[in-house]
């Protein structure tokens, strides 16, 4: 079968890795970068870190170049979605496409372009360390479900965990995937956004007793929004949170959004605190402090264009 | 006419260049080298006012005679020191605060029985050094009796102030203003702390906007349920100071930004203290302070 990764970054990476280790898929990546591509063609993808694998695939800047896909898998930054999904979608014209990135409506924004689509939450992270080598940080498994306005046949999804899990990325086909994304978004809203607000590492937002009752602030406010829905999180965002806050797992962290608040890159707030507000109102969920959250870490996009 | 102004920083140099035009004032500063450049340098103003005015200086409260007005223009955080170190002194001066947010007159009464006028200042400027303020925004200086002092006493010090080239106004009750301005700071500045934002059309539209707006109604809750009557809308005041035309920088975010502390305790604190009290909740003043709180942690 054939897979295209859409935006091979450090998430995208460690799937099309893993999945090239497979005689039996062939891989394709799609990435904006020109130096990461070449580098990927001229001497494959390599990961290190929490493991050291390498592997060999096709990279293109060019979307026309992918060729029909069974599967995409999409792991650009939420922002990206559209543009990336908008530009390859005629290679998933009888493939299905899946989302393994943060936040809340990836799914809404690939269904715009793409039939059969599969929700999807990873815990695997890591970073780009220079075109074609990847450092990967965390290990960690990855859900799959139908997106249930326009799902993939489960069998597809199936079909897709399997491929996942055997080239080294444990994967879980399950009926409804929701849980875990939103567990995932819940912790990802309520402790990477203070982090960006802050400058403080994970583990020094959890040991402040006060910040602490924040973040558990914002965690309500997601499960009420969940809970409206339905939706039964598989895991409370709150043993996540202490369980990360540990000196052995990632007490000196600094959330994805605080390294793009440094570095001045537009955050994923949109999609986390966000998210949970668009889907808050939605359902009649009052999220204040979300809300709060959300205009001040757009403020402090805004005050470097101002 | 003897002024003292204890204290240095932008409001302080602003007070005592200008008085010092028309009263004889002497500066105390934290300082010794402060006080020598003083002395030796004069006190220079620019901006809305050009000025050179002679002070006299010192560090030691000891060593300054008495004076009919003392005004203490530190900033929040230092004023318990400075009142204490002023305690038995300045037998027959009437004493103003003009410090941040709530509390600051019950500081200073602790520690002497002089009569005091409260005041909360809305002027703002840059200190380019020790002996250099700029004179940036020309807004008034309120001024209210606390104790044992009459609106008439109020109105002298406003007189006294406006003869200097200041903007100065009493009132017969100040806590109308002061609240309005306790409002007001507790939003903007950490709303522009926590953004980076200097206090610009982003405060007035928008999601940020409406975070502000928010937030002033919680602010306005707390006042109400005090019994306090505002004097002004805050969010009118905060949409009218984003229409000046220029980008003003609040004091949280110049000390955020140079890693210093803030006044997040006298300014913020006080409003979430006094909503305690009043049994009023303020969800989202609560979150700010607590994220101002950690923002100054992370500096170490």
């Known amino acids: 079968m054939k897979v295209a990764i859409i935006g091979c970054g450090a998430v995208g990476s460690l799937f099309a890795v893993h999945l090239a280790q497979l005689d039996d898929v062939e891989v394709w990546a799609y990435d904006a970068s020109q130096a990461h591509v070449d580098a990927i063609n001229a001497h494959g993808l390599r990961l290190t870190g929490a493991g050291d694998v390498a592997g060999r695939l096709h990279a293109t800047s060019d979307a026309a170049e992918l060729p029909a896909c069974d599967f995409g898998i999409v792991a650009t930054k939420a922002m990206h979605t559209t543009a990336a999904i908008s530009a390859t979608a005629h290679a998933f014209a009888n493939g299905c496409v899946a989302t393994v990135q943060n936040g809340l409506g990836n799914e809404e924004a690939i269904a715009g372009f793409v039939e059969k689509v599969i929700r999807g939450t990873t815990f695997p992270a890591g970073k780009i360390l220079e075109p074609g080598l990847v450092q990967w940080d965390v290990k960690g498994d990855t859900t799959l479900g139908p997106f249930e306005p326009q799902p993939a046949p489960f069998d597809e999804i199936e079909r897709l965990a399997d491929a996942c899990t055997r080239g080294g990325m444990p994967t879980a086909a399950v009926a409804d995937a929701r849980g875990p994304q939103w567990r995932k978004v819940i912790f990802n809203a309520s402790t990477n956004s203070i982090g960006a607000l802050t400058g403080l590492t994970h583990g020094r937002v959890c040991e402040r007793p006060d910040l602490r009752q924040l973040v558990s602030g914002l965690v309500d406010e997601g499960k009420a929004v969940a809970a409206a829905q339905g939706i039964e999180l598989d895991a409370d965002p709150e043993d996540l949170i202490d369980h990360a806050a540990k000196p052995e797992v990632a007490y000196g962290h600094k959330a994805s959004m605080l390294q793009d608040v440094e570095a001045r890159r537009t955050t994923e707030v949109d999609y986390l605190n966000g998210g949970i507000v668009r889907f808050g109102r939605e359902h009649g969920v009052p999220t204040p402090l979300n809300q709060a959250i959300w205009a001040l870490v757009k403020g402090v996009e805004d005050s470097w264009t101002k | ?300």
């Open chain 2, 1 to 300: 006419m003897n002024v003292v102004v204890a204290g240095a920083g932008t409001i302080g140099s602003l007070f005592a260049g200008h008085l010092a035009q028309v009263a004889d004032v002497t500066v105390l500063t934290r300082r010794p080298e402060h006080a020598q450049a003083l002395n030796e340098r004069g006190l220079h103003v620019s901006g809305r006012s050009v000025l050179t005015a002679a002070v006299a200086a010192s560090s030691d409260p000891a060593a300054v005679g008495d004076a009919d007005l003392v005004i203490l223009a530190c900033k929040g955080g230092d004023l318990e020191p400075l009142a204490a170190s002023l305690a038995g002194r300045f037998a027959h001066a009437t004493v103003m605060t003009v410090q941040n947010g709530l509390g600051a007159e019950e500081i200073v009464a602790a520690h002497g029985a002089w009569p005091l006028l409260s005041a909360v200042t809305f002027m703002s400027g840059t200190r380019h050094d020790d002996v250099h303020v700029e004179y940036v925004l020309d807004t008034a200086t309120w001024i209210g009796p606390y104790r044992d002092t009459t609106p008439a006493d109020a109105e002298s010090v406003a007189a006294l102030i406006r003869s200097a080239g200041l903007k100065a106004e009493a009132f017969d009750d100040l806590r109308p203003a002061q609240w309005s301005k306790l409002i007001f700071n507790a939003t903007v500045n950490t709303v522009a702390a926590l953004t980076g934002l200097p206090h610009d059309f982003h405060f007035a539209e928008g999601m940020l906007g409406g975070l502000v707006h928010d937030l002033v109604d919680e602010g306005k809750a707390v006042a109400e349920a005090a019994g306090v009557a505002l004097r002004e809308d805050p969010w009118e005041m905060n949409v009218h100071a984003t229409r000046r035309g220029h980008a003003h920088y609040p004091s949280m975010l110049e000390d955020v930004g140079a890693h210093r502390p803030t006044e997040i305790e006298l300014i913020t604190g006080s409003l979430v203290r006094a909503a305690e009290r009043h049994g009023v909740a303020v969800p989202l003043h609560t979150a700010l302070y607590r994220l101002v709180k950690a923002k100054e942690a992370s500096y170490s």
